[in-house]
């Protein structure tokens, strides 16, 4: 009976280890089989496995290289999961140097007719792109993509960047059912590990040490040896309103404090970010570049005749550089052709181009320094190291306030960042390489405010005029949004989502002119918007204004809100009751303050003789509220949309002398 069952309990254990064998090609039937994630219902797919190994190969020849093996094994439960059988490996490039990715093979497995078969990623499905002069990018999709597929592929990258260790990601958008990572770290680098503070999932590293050879007489060289072995890890959650969802995956970042090579001195890197900023200051040529005026002295001078105030100063010369040189979409925080090139040839990256305008700023007499940030892609820097900025800007000091400009962004005006700049903090580089931190996100705030004439035809439509004032960073986004699309499509895109209405006679004001609101007014008739039961008429006067729904449906949150920046949606309603009808009933005012000032909102409706007028308002005076906030940013918007759901109920009356007229509503 015991020798029963042993035998039992050893098939098992081989059964299950067979099941879970990761060595790459040995894919099992029932890995193919399986319909649904076991713990994730919604998933599209998940990561079955995912080993990535990192160390450092000498040659005698060539030296050191980096180099890091890679193996994937993923599941697609269905068609919504085949983007992550599309795979893109990025190759960095400098001037002299570049990583080169080697053995790509690749398999994607189904059942048919009841069996397991594979079918091989060819040589021919996989292809070279140049995607910018610091990167190429090889590309596949895998074959024979159906739902249930799983899919394998490995690959190795050489890289001679040797001081360049790429993010450990420890987390994806689909689950990760097993991770294996190995880093391994010879003792002439001196790396150290920082998790990513912004993530709530901690996954722990274990550290030891072990001989590292390097083919040579003298093998008593060491190496710092980094394992993770994790399964059943979660997907990244989403949620609306995240400034950038990988900033809160568990990662692990690498910082270089120092290098010490055989018989060489010890070279210490950045230890804090006032380091960091006199290396970037020294190292990206900004004392050199923003001295250099002699090419363009004759130009400014002719542009600034007659300006006589610092801010009138600031205006043309950020006006003339958005005009003089093009964004050629490349970012960095060095001016990589050199502000006097990008100045000729009317092009240039982030660096050239706002390195340039603050060498015009200060030749004008004004105070202006460069700001290092990251990019919302590029994350947040949470520690000091010089790859945590990827992006420069200008800054000009008024006093004590600091104003800051992008002049790679077309449409934004002086104090306007563009979205991909707005991520929390920035560090000015003053005079001596003296660094302070500074507030990215927008204090002040933006308005869109709606006006709209209602009143009521006699076969019950809702005919009126809407009028529309958006500022600031609410105007930017609207050219963003639209600017040099034509009419047409225009009012295509503006009669969308508003039910069964005509939109005729449409203008707009203001739509180049940078910096000023943006003004469009326009006739409607709506078919829909009047509900009539029996002698009485159910009217939502707030029509295609209203909050329909809550955006925050999620019953807990993880991230931080991130609303972009403080706004206020303003919108006032005059409606006029139609002749031969009475109010019934009117929904009642509110007033509703979240955390005092944070967010307010406003529902005021009066009446005046035959006309009705509604006054309502959204107050959000924050850009970022903290996850804490949830529940009570999830009632304020609960509130909301209950009250823009009420309606104006009319009932029918013998005789009503009220005038017929459409006035103009109050401004």
């Given at each position: 009976?015991?020798?029963?069952?042993?035998?039992?309990?050893?098939?098992?254990?081989?059964?299950?280890?067979?099941?879970?064998?990761?060595?790459?090609?040995?894919?099992?039937?029932?890995?193919?089989?399986?319909?649904?994630?076991?713990?994730?219902?919604?998933?599209?797919?998940?990561?079955?496995?995912?080993?990535?190994?990192?160390?450092?190969?000498?040659?005698?020849?060539?030296?050191?290289?980096?180099?890091?093996?890679?193996?994937?094994?993923?599941?697609?439960?269905?068609?919504?999961?085949?983007?992550?059988?599309?795979?893109?490996?990025?190759?960095?490039?400098?001037?002299?140097?570049?990583?080169?990715?080697?053995?790509?093979?690749?398999?994607?497995?189904?059942?048919?007719?009841?069996?397991?078969?594979?079918?091989?990623?060819?040589?021919?499905?996989?292809?070279?792109?140049?995607?910018?002069?610091?990167?190429?990018?090889?590309?596949?999709?895998?074959?024979?993509?159906?739902?249930?597929?799983?899919?394998?592929?490995?690959?190795?990258?050489?890289?001679?960047?040797?001081?360049?260790?790429?993010?450990?990601?420890?987390?994806?958008?689909?689950?990760?059912?097993?991770?294996?990572?190995?880093?391994?770290?010879?003792?002439?680098?001196?790396?150290?590990?920082?998790?990513?503070?912004?993530?709530?999932?901690?996954?722990?590293?274990?550290?030891?040490?072990?001989?590292?050879?390097?083919?040579?007489?003298?093998?008593?060289?060491?190496?710092?040896?980094?394992?993770?072995?994790?399964?059943?890890?979660?997907?990244?959650k989403e949620e609306v309103y995240v400034d950038y969802l990988y900033n809160y995956a568990a990662r692990i970042k690498w910082e270089l404090q120092y290098t010490k090579f055989p018989n060489q001195p010890m070279d210490y890197f950045s230890h804090s970010w006032e380091d960091v900023s006199k290396s970037i200051y020294d190292d990206g040529g900004y004392a050199t570049e923003l001295r250099r005026s002699n090419f363009f002295k004759d130009d400014v001078d002719a542009i600034l005749d007659g300006a006589s105030l610092?801010?009138?100063?600031?205006?043309?010369?950020?006006?003339?550089?958005?005009?003089?040189?093009?964004?050629?979409?490349?970012?960095?925080?060095?001016?990589?052709?050199?502000?006097?090139?990008?100045?000729?040839?009317?092009?240039?990256?982030?660096?050239?181009?706002?390195?340039?305008?603050?060498?015009?700023?200060?030749?004008?007499?004004?105070?202006?320094?460069?700001?290092?940030?990251?990019?919302?892609?590029?994350?947040?820097?949470?520690?000091?190291?010089?790859?945590?900025?990827?992006?420069?800007?200008?800054?000009?000091?008024?006093?004590?306030?600091?104003?800051?400009?992008?002049?790679?962004?077309?449409?934004?005006?002086?104090?306007?960042?563009?979205?991909?700049?707005?991520?929390?903090?920035?560090?000015?580089?003053?005079?001596?390489?003296?660094?302070?931190?500074?507030?990215?996100?927008?204090?002040?705030?933006?308005?869109?405010?709606?006006?709209?004439?209602?009143?009521?035809?006699?076969?019950?439509?809702?005919?009126?005029?809407?009028?529309?004032?958006?500022?600031?960073?609410?105007?930017?986004?609207?050219?963003?949004?639209?600017?040099?699309?034509?009419?047409?499509?225009?009012?295509?895109?503006?009669?969308?989502?508003?039910?069964?209405?005509?939109?005729?006679?449409?203008?707009?004001?203001?739509?180049?002119?940078?910096?000023?609101?943006?003004?469009?007014?326009?006739?409607?008739?709506?078919?829909?918007?009047?509900?009539?039961?029996?002698?009485?008429?159910?009217?939502?006067?707030?029509?295609?204004?209203?909050?329909?729904?809550?955006?925050?449906?999620?019953?807990?949150?993880?991230?931080?809100?991130?609303?972009?920046?403080?706004?206020?949606?303003?919108?006032?309603?005059?409606?006029?009751?139609?002749?031969?009808?009475?109010?019934?009933?009117?929904?009642?005012?509110?007033?509703?303050?979240?955390?005092?000032?944070?967010?307010?909102?406003?529902?005021?409706?009066?009446?005046?003789?035959?006309?009705?007028?509604?006054?309502?308002?959204?107050?959000?005076?924050?850009?970022?509220?903290?996850?804490?906030?949830?529940?009570?940013?999830?009632?304020?918007?609960?509130?909301?949309?209950?009250?823009?759901?009420?309606?104006?109920?009319?009932?029918?009356?013998?005789?009503?002398?009220?005038?017929?007229?459409?006035?103009?509503?109050?401004?």
């Amino acid at each position: 009976m015991r020798l029963k069952f042993y035998l039992i309990a050893f098939l098992l254990v081989g059964g299950a280890m067979q099941a879970q064998n990761y060595k790459f090609g040995k894919v099992s039937k029932e890995e193919v089989e399986e319909t649904e994630h076991p713990t994730n219902k919604d998933a599209d797919a998940a990561i079955l496995y995912k080993k990535q190994y990192s160390f450092y190969d000498y040659n005698s020849t060539t030296g050191l290289s980096l180099v890091t093996r890679y193996h994937y094994r993923i599941k697609l439960y269905n068609e919504d999961g085949f983007d992550w059988a599309t795979v893109q490996l990025d190759e960095y490039k400098s001037s002299n140097d570049e990583e080169k990715i080697y053995g790509v093979k690749g398999y994607t497995y189904n059942i048919v007719d009841g069996k397991l078969v594979d079918e091989k990623l060819r040589k021919d499905e996989i292809f070279d792109e140049e995607i910018s002069k610091y990167r190429d990018a090889i590309k596949f999709t895998m074959p024979s993509l159906q739902a249930g597929s799983v899919v394998e592929y490995e690959y190795e990258k050489r890289s001679p960047f040797l001081t360049s260790l790429d993010d450990t990601e420890l987390q994806a958008t689909i689950p990760i059912k097993m991770m294996e990572v190995k880093v391994e770290i010879p003792e002439f680098f001196g790396f150290v590990s920082h998790y990513n503070q912004l993530a709530s999932l901690f996954i722990p590293i274990d550290k030891t040490s072990e001989p590292f050879n390097m083919h040579t007489q003298n093998n008593d060289y060491l190496q710092t040896v980094y394992t993770i072995t994790k399964e059943n890890i979660p997907a990244l959650k989403e949620e609306v309103y995240v400034d950038y969802l990988y900033n809160y995956a568990a990662r692990i970042k690498w910082e270089l404090q120092y290098t010490k090579f055989p018989n060489q001195p010890m070279d210490y890197f950045s230890h804090s970010w006032e380091d960091v900023s006199k290396s970037i200051y020294d190292d990206g040529g900004y004392a050199t570049e923003l001295r250099r005026s002699n090419f363009f002295k004759d130009d400014v001078d002719a542009i600034l005749d007659g300006a006589s105030l610092a801010e009138e100063k600031l205006v043309r010369i950020y006006n003339f550089i958005k005009s003089k040189v093009a964004w050629n979409d490349y970012i960095g925080y060095t001016a990589e052709n050199g502000i006097k090139k990008a100045y000729k040839e009317g092009s240039g990256n982030t660096g050239d181009i706002n390195l340039l305008l603050i060498a015009m700023l200060r030749y004008a007499g004004l105070e202006s320094h460069p700001v290092l940030l990251s990019t919302k892609s590029n994350g947040v820097p949470v520690f000091p190291t010089r790859s945590g900025f990827n992006y420069v800007i200008a800054g000009i000091q008024f006093g004590e306030q600091t104003l800051l400009l992008d002049a790679t962004d077309k449409n934004a005006a002086p104090g306007e960042l563009p979205e991909r700049a707005r991520n929390w903090q920035g560090r000015i580089i003053k005079d001596e390489g003296k660094s302070d931190w500074v507030y990215l996100l927008p204090t002040y705030k933006s308005k869109e405010l709606n006006y709209m004439n209602l009143q009521i035809t006699e076969d019950l439509k809702l005919k009126g005029k809407y009028t529309g004032i958006y500022d600031k960073l609410v105007a930017k986004n609207f050219r963003d949004k639209y600017k040099g699309i034509n009419e047409e499509s225009y009012l295509e895109l503006l009669q969308e989502g508003k039910g069964d209405i005509l939109i005729s006679e449409l203008t707009k004001e203001n739509e180049d002119a940078i910096g000023q609101n943006v003004k469009e007014v326009y006739q409607f008739e709506i078919n829909n918007g009047i509900e009539a039961i029996g002698d009485k008429l159910y009217i939502n006067p707030l029509l295609f204004l209203s909050e329909k729904e809550n955006p925050f449906k999620a019953e807990e949150r993880t991230y931080p809100i991130y609303l972009n920046y403080p706004v206020e949606y303003a919108s006032t309603i005059n409606f006029m009751i139609p002749k031969g009808y009475k109010i019934e009933s009117l929904p009642e005012s509110a007033m509703v303050n979240m955390n005092e000032e944070d967010a307010k909102f406003k529902y005021l409706i009066t009446q005046s003789s035959n006309f009705l007028r509604l006054e309502t308002s959204i107050d959000l005076n924050k850009s970022v509220f903290s996850a804490n906030d949830y529940e009570h940013l999830k009632n304020f918007f609960d509130e909301i949309v209950s009250k823009h759901s009420e309606a104006i109920v009319l009932s029918k009356i013998e005789e009503d002398n009220g005038s017929t007229e459409l006035t103009e509503g109050r401004r």
